[in-house]
């Protein structure tokens, strides 16, 4: 097949999606699949000759890009590189996608994850994997996310929704400590713990400097766990436990900062039942083809609460949905195959319904 892999773009997870389109790359050319590596945002500027040529060449799409640092990305810099741009898709960008088989998101986090880009590409007739539009957008914003939980009965810690200039009140299913995240972050950028009155104040404004509209949650005290769901079946529970602090931006990315154990170390009981709710929570989110949902385990009473589903998993070398698959004797490049087969179903079904 020729694919196109879309990585890169303008959210605060742009190192994180360029790791996972190079590596998705790789794995398809594996596979014997013509593959050309994209930046969404840059495109491909100045090409002389056929558009269609490219998927021919034995170019090293994904020779430039580099592992994820411990810190997110200037995108000011990158920007910079398109100082008159007026829409996210870079030259040659739609061009290129409209003339391959798939489009494989390797995209992650705002512009990405949220509908936009799955939406233009329904409109133009182009093929892609992972979710529709639809459910891509209730999934990026936490809020939505978390009431739609709350209608189906899937436990989630209690929060309040905070708009940036307007008075708050945090209820009294909230306490010290509590988390601060902004509704429609990714890769816990814009995520914080505070420890008292003071603590979050200074996390508000830190949040608000991303978005205007952030989620105060109750803190959950014990393990931390995450589950992938293809096909609307939970892959094995894994578990995420940060060496120090909580699963950060640089834990998630950085090798050596957190040990992952999948199977997770958990009853049998107790694993089905988060299991059985992250199938749930894609469920009621209408998720197609796969997903991956974050959930954190009390320690005092057990009970397993949902955080929030991931709608284009990251796919990095230390990623959790390469993993679970792994646990399954899955390997990476069939993890990668068996994703473009499951999204090419809803197509071979009549067509894209988001």
Known sequence: MKIVVLAGGISTE???SLSSGAGIYQALREKGHQV????????????QG?????????TDWAASIRG???????LEQVKAQRPDFRSLPGPNVLELCSLCDMVFLGLHGANGEDGRIQALFDLMGIRYTGTGHTSSALCMNKNITKQMFRGLGIPTPPSVTVKKGETYELPSTIDFPCMVKTCCGGSSVGVYRAEDVSGLERALAEAFS???EVLIERCIPGREFSIAVIEGKALPVIEIAPISGFYDYRNKYQAGSTIETCPA??????AARMQKHAED????????????????LDEHSGADYALEVNTLPGMTPTSLLPQEAAALGISYADLCEWILHVSLKKYEAGGNVS
Do not use: H, S, T, W
């Not at 040529?53 to 034995?58: N, Q, R, V």
């Open 14 to 16: 742009r190192d994180v």
């Open 36 to 47: 050309i590596l994209l930046d969404v945002f840059l495109g491909l500027p100045d090409i």
């Open 50 to 58: 056929a558009l269609e040529d490219l998927f021919d060449l034995e």
């Open 68 to 74: 994820v640092a411990e810190k997110a990305p200037d």
């Open 210 to 212: 991303y978005e205007d």
């Open 265 to 270: 170390d958990l009853p049998q009981n107790v």
């Open 281 to 296: 929570a894609c469920a009621v989110l209408g998720i197609e083809g796969y997903a991956r949902v974050d959930f954190m």
